[in-house]
């Protein structure tokens, strides 16, 4: 019996009404979980509205209907008295009549509870109305949809509420209503004439088996990860004016209060200010030297000290360490500005235009702008600096005495401190005899034991808990100033004078000048703790722990003197062993081969050759199969060996091209106009890294500037973390 096309229509109609219906519930279910709403009531609200509007009846009929309803919704919430008795009317009435003089004031926050109740019972109902003319009159359905996925991802976002299912199922019933929509359609052109059978059979069931399919594999296929960071606590950042080092959810930046580290922060790329210099180096502005279990302090009360014609009276190292004279030019750039100066390690003089009074904070070693006794943030300024490189052989013999003042204030240490890390300082330098040496141990620590570079789900030590004990055997994940600190506590456990630092890295190259100066754009994300160590004979070092970064001092030996001091230039090393790999001894036993070209076991069973054989080949396909799934891996290692063998510039290359090879494969591809500075940058970006930029540089010198002298240690560290990031 063939469908007349009034009674398909018919079908197609509620089917797709009831699709909207189902949509905006997606709408409702938010509610519960971010406001105090009893979401079931206004659900069957909904329902009894929309089965209503559904038949169509008369607007006397469904307005009376619709009424009665409404009102019994407010009698049962908001009254204890029947729905009959008229003294809940007259109050309802009168409360009525208030809330409407309320909205005409335009004091929002004085409407009441039942009132709010009322309107959003009104606004279920009048959606039923605009839903049916959408959905069922003009089928134009698309709007609805999109608004339903708008709304679901931004309640997901910026509130408690987990949309991660509502997404799905508003997939499922918006595939159901496009498809029944488009025939819908197709059936009032009369190009389509279904029977009650086809409905079912060709029409109904491939629908709905197309959407559950696509659903399957939506769910089931590999999903990026975020592109963006979270900016949920970008915004509670920045509403509560949180910055770096304060609070549990915080913006990456320079901030000035340190006295409670830990938490979480989301990274914020925008530029702070361009440096044009000729090396890549720190940009210091301060010291802290009081540990607390919690954070960093300041020992000394804050001396100003006027610093005439701006020249620079400290300096971090002694007149032993071979220098370079370099200038830098800093400029603020976007409206953006420091209190405190940034500075090369050397600095030592500050020139600036506009004629501010220039400060030396004696404490933390930091250096500020006046201007009649009132605190300035200059927008730009330049810096003649002495840029130190530092001898290794030197450092490795400068183990002479400290002094009291020194000792006493740079080993300092909460009297709690845990024992066990003081006792892990010493598991970690019990091989090393030198200051260096222990240093540098503690450095490469960090880097093969398991620890993180990690700026989410970062915690807050509580009442009771230190800072460092908890990161370095609880947590072992955190960012630069939990990898920073805990080293600082390290070294000073076994009465190494060592300082927290905080300022900036060095940041990206924009631009290179024709006299070999290069400008650097520094961001606030490019804020930065790292650790400076004390040798009695030159003065402070940096170093540098945090998993991921690389130190940016220049360091050097005389390779006339000792070729072999060159492994000294090693930058932290993986030194997690490999287990040595298992040698399965398995016994010759002596078969009897029979006439037959079979073999017997004692029990006298008979092994067909063929069976061997077939084993054979299957273990055969087996191993290779395996060997061509591990093919990256094993190339992996024999270019790391060839690395950390060679140790040359044509070796470097090769690992680095292959690096682009196994990104390539990754689904990384670089794109034939783009450069490989910005191929780098991208890639530093989805892995949330510094290395593939740091790398990239060190290949554009060997291959443009011709330059060899390159730190290979460091850089095969560098490689190796890239492509633990690529095929972990």
Request: with cysteine.
């Amino acid at each position: 019996m063939k469908l007349k096309g009034e009674q398909s229509n018919q079908i197609t109609t509620i089917l797709l009404y009831i699709c909207g219906f189902f949509l905006f519930l997606e709408w409702l279910y938010p509610l519960g979980d971010i406001t105090d709403t009893t979401v079931g009531v206004f659900v069957m609200f909904a329902a009894y509205c929309f089965f209503l509007s559904l038949f169509e009846m008369k607007w006397w009929l469904t307005l009376s209907l619709k009424g009665f309803a409404l009102i019994f919704i407010l009698n049962g919430l908001y009254f204890d008295v029947s729905l009959v008795d008229l003294q809940w009317i007259t109050i309802a009435i009168e409360e009525l009549f208030y809330n409407i003089n309320v909205l005409f004031s335009q004091e929002w926050y004085f409407l009441t509870p039942m009132f709010r109740s009322l309107l959003f019972l009104v606004l279920i109902w009048l959606m039923s109305y605009l839903l049916h003319y959408w959905f069922v009159q003009m089928k134009h359905i698309f709007l609805f949809i999109l608004l339903t996925f708008f709304y679901v991802t931004i309640i997901d976002t910026f509130t408690v509420y987990d949309g991660a299912f509502s997404v799905v199922r508003t997939f499922i019933i918006s595939f159901v209503a496009l498809g029944i929509a488009n025939l819908g359609k197709e059936m009032d052109k009369g190009s389509v004439r279904i029977t009650i059978k086809n409905s079912v059979v060709y029409w109904l069931v491939p629908l709905i088996g197309f959407v559950l399919f696509s659903t399957m594999i939506g769910y089931a296929a590999p999903k990026l990860d975020p592109q963006w960071p979270d900016p949920v606590p970008f915004i509670q950042s920045a509403a509560e004016n949180a910055g770096y080092g304060s609070g549990p959810v915080q913006k990456v930046g320079y901030g000035e209060n340190d006295s409670q580290l830990g938490g979480s922060f989301i990274q914020d790329d925008t530029p702070v200010f361009e440096a044009t210099a000729e090396e890549d180096h720190y940009w210091r502005i301060e010291t802290k030297d009081v540990y607390t279990g919690k954070g960093w302090e300041v020992s000394l009360d804050s001396t100003e000290m006027e610093l005439p014609n701006g020249m620079i009276p400290f300096a971090t190292f002694s007149t032993n360490v071979e220098l370079e004279d370099l200038e830098a030019e800093i400029e603020f750039v976007g409206g953006e500005s420091l209190p405190k100066l940034v500075y090369p390690y050397g600095a030592n003089q500050v020139t600036i235009e506009n004629g501010y009074d220039i400060f030396h904070d004696v404490s933390m070693e930091s250096v500020f702008m006046k201007e009649n006794g009132e605190d300035v943030e200059p927008n730009q300024y330049q810096i003649q600096y002495n840029h130190p490189s530092y001898d290794i052989d030197v450092l490795k013999e400068d183990d002479g005495d400290d002094g009291e003042a020194i000792q006493a204030r740079y080993t300092q240490l909460p009297d709690v401190l845990p024992e066990r890390v003081e006792e892990l300082a010493e598991e970690i330098t019990n091989s090393q005899e030198t200051r260096y040496d222990k240093a540098k141990a503690i450095e490469r620590y960090f880097s093969s034991n398991d620890y993180q570079y990690q700026t989410s789900d970062v915690p807050v030590p509580g009442d009771g808990e230190d800072y460092v004990d908890q990161f370095l055997f609880d947590t072992k994940v955190g960012y630069c100033d939990n990898f920073s600190t805990s080293m600082v506590v390290l070294l000073r456990s076994l009465d190494i004078p060592a300082r927290w630092v905080k300022g900036f890295t060095g940041g990206e190259i924009t631009d290179t000048l024709d006299d070999d100066k290069r400008i650097y754009e520094v961001k606030n994300s490019n804020a930065h703790s790292w650790v400076e160590v004390y040798f009695p004979e030159t003065g402070w070092v940096p170093f540098e722990p945090t998993q991921g970064f690389t130190n940016l001092s220049d360091f050097h030996v005389e390779l006339e003197e000792n070729n072999e001091s060159e492994q000294d230039l090693e930058a932290p090393e993986n030194n997690i062993q490999e287990p040595p790999e298992s040698e399965s001894e398995v016994p010759e036993e002596e078969d009897d081969t029979q006439a037959t070209g079979s073999s017997t076991n004692d029990n006298g069973f008979t092994i067909n050759p063929w069976y061997m054989w077939i084993g054979i080949a299957v273990l055969v396909l087996i191993i290779a199969i395996i060997l061509y799934n591990k093919r990256h891996h094993l190339k992996v290692r024999m270019i790391q060996a060839k690395l950390e063998k060679q140790q040359d510039t044509a070796s470097f290359q090769d690992a680095y091209l292959y690096l682009i090879t196994l990104l390539k494969k990754q689904g990384y591809q670089r794109h034939p106009d783009q450069t490989l500075r910005e191929f780098a940058k991208e890639i530093d970006f989805n892995l949330s890294s510094q290395d593939m930029g740091e790398l990239t540089r060190h290949y554009e010198r060997t291959i443009y500037s011709g330059n060899h002298s390159l730190r290979i240690q460091e850089l095969t560290q560098l490689w190796k973390n890239l492509i633990n990031r690529i095929m972990g």
